[in-house]
């Protein structure tokens, strides 16, 4: 079975390969030396270096984010964009204090607390 790129890459391949001209001239100038540091060299980056460690992350009502929590792990699941789109709407709307995370929590404790009994 042929690619209908097949005799583009064909034709790519067997033409001789034209160089600018500025490359010409390039290759007669000197030689352009850049320095790179070493790998074994570990320059700590001051953005990361000062950002606050997650334990020590601290929102303004004085709880911890659900990441620095222990008791919370991060799952991903796939939901149909209208499905997950819909329930925001809804948890805006009825001024639920609940996060889409809570609710999906709620949700599924009330499954497992169903499938035990």
Known sequence: MTSKFSQALLQAKQAPLALPEHTEQAAEAAPIV???PSPAVKRPNPEV???PKAESVVLVN???GKR???DYIQVNVYLKKETT??????LLQTMDDRDFSELVEDL???WVNQAKS
């Open 49 to 51: 270096a000062s950002a």
């Open 85 to 90: 789109h819909k329930a925001k709407i809804a």
């Open 108 to 110: 599924v404790s009330t």
């Open 34 to 36: 850049v320095e790179v």
């Open 68 to 70: 620095s929590n222990a």
């Open 62 to 64: 004085g709880i911890k």
